[in-house]
């Protein structure tokens, strides 16, 4: 195995090369580069190990945010190399650097320094599939074509030797022209090895010899020269277009001649899309009869292209893969027989689903009780502490009651994503979703959008994090968009209230079945059934497109790494708390203050002052009559401050609105306090009706007093139609800012938490209209 150092300075012979003008390399005057942080991009294949390499180099000092203007999600890390400090940057996993999605075309501009607000990268490293180098090659011939310093980590050379392969690195150094280190980044070898190379590649830099770097051109000569008129014809359209001269004519409007190229190949991709956006539709006729022509001297571009790259990959893999026995059938081979069968694979699949959920409702309840009891702690302590007034109210119902929201889907997002770790380092979550694809296809998803789906009908929060598993945007924003639609356990406590309130416990199908756990599976089917037909037409409007390729990669099974599982859970854990955490707690407060806002809360203090007194004395006969009617003065008072408050003001507002669906004002006020979190309608309620807000679902006193409720006429308020019209709405709505703000986080843009809060709110109140009107003249 050769010395990677000594490799990296072989020189190409290829006889076509073009310099990279168009995006040369920055020269450093000085040797040692002191003070200056080089960048080193990874890129590679899904499923090459790149991740696990990216945290074998950059350790613990990993942040991440979103590249400018979008919405992929990247992560640098910190490290040193040498005398050298380098910015450690990991590329989305893409296939090939054709960019027909918005995360390759990151990928592509960072590469070739188009990205805005992007300093250029000095160095690459691209890794590849030690198994499977011949496919892996196609993107690697896209890379070298760049003219920028690269180097080959051969990745998974475990793998590849219990699969009976030899890889004559030396060779295959020589024949790429470029460094080539053998790592298994699984195990933590060749991480030295590959670290020296890239301290080689940035002497180079540092030093001003890596300008010289030419770019291998693997395409027929006829395809360049089509380029270079197409680089003309845009150059001098730029240059005659009356709304660019007011621009001065900046050179820096023609695309990369890496992305020159890509526009030919590529019809519809974003290359072509980018050069629109910068110099107007007025380039399509261009573009279009540069293909043609292409077309005509060499054929259909898709083709051509992958016949070249292909045929590049194999000649330069000649003699560099040997077999030193018969590939062995391995532990891989055993699992898929049984994981991807038709049948097997999908109990297989759901068994494992069901498992996992399991885990999560089970495992996470301890945890969450342990939050929710030290919530209450601290929440005793300030009450303990200040008397009771409007700082003690904000601290209490504001503040702890804000980041006790936060806390309390920790232990369910930490379960999630460590399993999601755990099923995507081991390779089982490319199976999963290959045995999904054809039934989320149905209704425009693909296989990956399952697991998201899935989970959220524990919490949508989690769900919605969990989409970051979809490559595609298009699909993952359809999957965020029809996750809320998932009856979460939010909506279950307003279920059983009213289920069992007014829904009665009659045996339908000839007293089989009873009519309350048929009402609430049905409300878990509403919203399944609605997220269809949104998918559906969300994929045909706003994020419609082509059909993205469903390209899978079955990796070999691994022990997954505590490190990698640990380093993603702790990940999703802090973005969560730092960035929708923050924004969470705002919206508490100003929930908090629009309940308590205006008005005069001087008696309910008094009378909060007093009832505490009495409970801390030793309470006789007499004592508890008085404590008893000082309870029912201050649920009075707090039920008309609330019903005066800003919140209740709202509710008498909209009552002309929500009367169709056969609520009074108090159901409206349920339903605009809920807006934090759905179940909080229920302790709304109990204020409103004079019980207090400690209620629960299971409260007498509030399904006595809702029974009881009537209109002026005397008519009941609650009734089989309204309590089925409150349940279809609640299924159906965005009652849940936690969802709408991590919405906004993984979108990066307000516009999608709108559109998710409106389209469900207008769904929520068509399906409850339809319900109570239906239900109406039934019952």
């Known amino acids: 195995m050769a010395n990677s150092a000594e490799t990296s300075s072989t020189p190409r012979t290829s006889k076509d090369t073009i310099s990279n003008s168009a995006a040369p390399l920055p020269v450093v005057s000085s040797p040692t580069a002191r003070g200056r942080v080089f960048r080193v991009a990874l890129v590679g294949n899904p499923n090459t190990g790149k991740?696990?390499?990216?945290?074998?180099?950059?350790?613990?000092?990993?942040?991440?945010?979103?590249?400018?203007?979008?919405?992929?999600?990247?992560?640098?890390?910190?490290?040193?190399?040498?005398?050298?400090?380098?910015?450690?940057?990991?590329?989305?996993?893409?296939?090939?650097?054709?960019?027909?999605?918005?995360?390759?075309?990151?990928?592509?501009?960072?590469?070739?320094?188009?990205?805005?607000?992007?300093?250029?990268?000095?160095?690459?490293?691209?890794?590849?599939?030690?198994?499977?180098?011949?496919?892996?090659?196609?993107?690697?011939?896209?890379?070298?074509?760049?003219?920028?310093?690269?180097?080959?980590?051969?990745?998974?050379?475990?793998?590849?030797?219990?699969?009976?392969?030899a890889i004559d690195v030396e060779k295959l150094s020589e024949n790429l022209g470029v460094g080539a280190v053998?790592?298994?980044?699984?195990?933590?070898?060749?991480?030295?090895?590959?670290?020296?190379?890239?301290?080689?590649?940035?002497?180079?830099?540092?030093?001003?010899?890596?300008?010289?770097?030419?770019?291998?051109?693997?395409?027929?000569?006829?395809?360049?020269?089509?380029?270079?008129?197409?680089?003309?014809?845009?150059?001098?359209?730029?240059?005659?277009?009356?709304?660019?001269?007011?621009?001065?004519?900046?050179?820096?409007?023609i695309p990369d001649q890496y992305l020159i190229e890509r526009m030919l190949l590529d019809r519809g991709g974003e290359a072509e899309r980018r050069a629109i956006r910068r110099l107007g539709a007025a380039v399509l006729p261009a573009i279009a009869q540069a293909r043609e022509k292409l077309a005509s001297t060499c054929g259909d571009p898709t083709e051509l292209e992958c016949g070249a790259r292909y045929a590049w990959a194999a000649k330069h893999l000649d003699g560099v893969v040997s077999r030193t026995k018969a590939k062995p059938r391995n532990a891989t081979d055993w699992l898929d027989a049984i994981l991807t069968h038709r049948v097997a694979g999908m109990i297989s699949f759901f068994a494992i689903m069901f498992l996992i959920f399991q885990c999560i409702y089970s495992?996470?309840?301890?945890?969450?009780?342990?939050?929710?009891?030290?919530?209450?702690?601290?929440?005793?302590?300030?009450?303990?502490?200040?008397?009771?007034?409007?700082?003690?109210?904000?601290?209490?119902?504001?503040?702890?009651?804000?980041?006790?929201?936060?806390?309390?889907?920790?232990?369910?997002?930490?379960?999630?994503?460590?399993?999601?770790?755990?099923?995507?380092?081991?390779?089982?979550m490319s199976r999963a979703a290959f045995i999904v694809d054809r039934a989320m296809t149905i209704f425009g998803l693909s296989g990956k959008s399952f697991l998201p789906l899935m989970s959220s009908f524990a919490c949508a929060v989690p769900g919605v994090m969990a989409t970051r598993v979809i490559e595609n945007r298009r699909d993952r924003f359809a999957t965020i968009m029809v996750a809320p639609l998932m009856s979460c356990s939010a909506r279950?406590?307003?279920?059983?209230?009213?289920?069992?309130?007014?829904?009665?416990?009659?045996?339908?199908?000839g007293g089989w079945l009873s009519a309350q756990p048929l009402v609430l599976m049905a409300m878990y089917f509403v919203g399944v059934a609605v997220a269809i037909p949104v998918a559906w037409l969300l994929k045909k409007t706003l994020l419609r497109g082509e059909v993205a390729p469903f390209v899978l990669e079955l990796p070999e099974y691994k022990i997954p790494s505590a490190?990698?599982?640990?380093?993603?859970?702790?990940?999703?854990?802090?973005?969560?708390?730092?960035?929708?955490?923050?924004?969470?707690?705002?919206?508490?407060?100003?929930?908090?203050?629009?309940?308590?806002?205006?008005?005069?809360?001087?008696?309910?203090?008094?009378?909060?002052?007093?009832?505490?007194?009495?409970?801390?004395?030793?309470?006789?006969?007499?004592?508890?009559?008085?404590?008893?009617?000082?309870?029912?003065?201050y649920r009075h008072v707090s039920s008309l401050l609330l019903t005066n408050s800003t919140l209740g003001k709202v509710g008498h507002a909209?009552?002309?609105?929500?009367?169709?669906?056969?609520?009074?004002?108090?159901?409206?006020?349920?339903?605009?306090?809920?807006?934090?979190?759905?179940?909080?309608?229920?302790?709304?309620?109990?204020?409103?009706?004079?019980l207090g807000g400690e209620v629960d679902e299971q409260d007498d006193g509030l399904v006595a007093a809702m029974r009881a409720s009537t209109w002026p006429d005397g008519r009941p308020v609650f009734t089989i139609p309204t309590a089925l019209s409150i349940m279809v709405f609640f299924a159906l709505c965005a009652q849940c800012v936690s969802t709408l703000l991590v919405i906004k986080r993984e979108t990066n843009s307000w516009f999608w938490p709108?559109?998710?809060?409106?389209?469900?709110t207008v769904l929520a109140y068509v399906g409850a209209f339809a319900t109570y009107q239906v239900g109406s003249r039934l019952f």
Not at 139 to 161: C, F, H, R, W, Y
């Open 51 to 165: 991740s696990t390499l990216f945290n074998a180099l950059a350790g613990m000092n990993v942040r991440t945010g979103n590249y400018p203007g979008v919405t992929i999600e990247k992560k640098v890390g910190r490290c040193s190399v040498g005398d050298y400090s380098i910015e450690l940057v990991d590329l989305p996993g893409t296939y090939s650097m054709a960019p027909r999605s918005p995360d390759e075309m990151v990928a592509v501009e960072v590469l070739t320094g188009e990205a805005a607000n992007e300093p250029p990268v000095d160095v690459i490293v691209c890794v590849v599939n030690s198994t499977l180098l011949q496919r892996n090659l196609f993107l690697v011939s896209q890379i070298v074509e760049l003219g920028k310093p690269t180097i080959l980590a051969l990745n998974m050379t475990d793998a590849a030797e219990a699969r009976g392969l």
């Open 182 to 253: 053998p790592t298994s980044a699984s195990r933590r070898t060749g991480i030295d090895e590959l670290k020296a190379e890239i301290k080689t590649q940035l002497d180079r830099v540092a030093n001003g010899r890596a300008a010289a770097t030419d770019r291998e051109r693997p395409l027929p000569k006829q395809f360049y020269a089509v380029c270079n008129e197409l680089r003309a014809e845009l150059v001098q359209r730029a240059c005659t277009t009356e709304s660019l001269n007011e621009r001065n004519c900046s050179r820096t409007m």
């Open 363 to 428: 495992f996470s309840q301890f945890p969450m009780d342990l939050i929710d009891g030290a919530t209450g702690l601290v929440a005793d302590a300030i009450t303990s502490i200040i008397p009771p007034g409007m700082l003690r109210s904000l601290l209490v119902d504001g503040v702890i009651a804000g980041v006790g929201g936060v806390l309390i889907f920790l232990p369910q997002i930490a379960l999630l994503f460590f399993f999601l770790a755990v099923l995507e380092d081991c390779g089982y």
């Open 492 to 509: 279950l406590p307003v279920y059983l209230l009213l289920i069992g309130a007014f829904v009665p416990a009659t045996g339908v199908l």
């Open 563 to 633: 490190r990698v599982v640990f380093s993603r859970v702790w990940e999703a854990v802090r973005e969560f708390v730092v960035r929708a955490g923050t924004m969470i707690f705002a919206a508490s407060i100003l929930i908090w203050f629009a309940g308590f806002w205006p008005g005069d809360h001087s008696r309910q203090f008094e009378l909060q002052t007093q009832i505490e007194q009495l409970e801390v004395a030793d309470v006789t006969t007499l004592d508890a009559a008085e404590l008893e009617a000082l309870h029912v003065e």
């Open 654 to 690: 909209i009552e002309p609105i929500v009367r169709p669906l056969g609520w009074d004002w108090r159901i409206g006020v349920g339903a605009v306090a809920s807006f934090p979190a759905r179940e909080v309608i229920i302790s709304t309620l109990g204020t409103i009706y004079s």
């Open 754 to 760: 709108v559109l998710s809060f409106s389209y469900m």
